[in-house]
């Protein structure tokens, strides 16, 4: 009789052990790419207010239509602050400008 009952728990062990590398396994695949998804899109969402702001501190030194001669500026001082490609800064305070 006890054999029985050790022989069940040792299979309840070994089932608790594959359902739990199952669950670790639908965590790796599905949520870790998921919650990465979101600091990207945070990320984004910064990096489009900092390029506003840059385009607002360009438009204050330069108030009529000549701070848009300035964008280099603002691609660059992007990039300073960010971090990012120049590719990134440039598709960024363009997406600001058209938003003004």
């Given at each position: ?9 040792s ?10 590398l199952?669950?670790?396994h639908?965590?790796?695949?599905y949520?870790?790419p998921f919650?990465q998804?979101?600091?990207r ?10 390029a506003?702001?840059v385009t607002d ?11 848009l001669?300035?964008l ?18 440039r598709?960024?305070i ?7």
């Amino acid at each position: 009789m006890d054999s029985v009952i050790g022989g069940a728990g040792s299979w309840l062990t070994v089932l608790g052990s594959v359902g739990l590398l199952l669950a670790g396994h639908l965590a790796r695949k599905y949520v870790i790419p998921f919650l990465q998804i979101g600091k990207r899109q945070r990320y984004a969402q910064f990096i489009a207010e900092i390029a506003d702001e840059v385009t607002d501190d360009l438009r204050n030194r330069y108030p009529q239509k000549s701070w848009l001669k300035h964008l280099d500026e603002a691609i660059d001082a992007l990039v300073t602050i960010c971090g990012v490609s120049s590719e990134i800064a440039r598709r960024a305070i363009n997406a600001a400008v058209s938003r003004k």
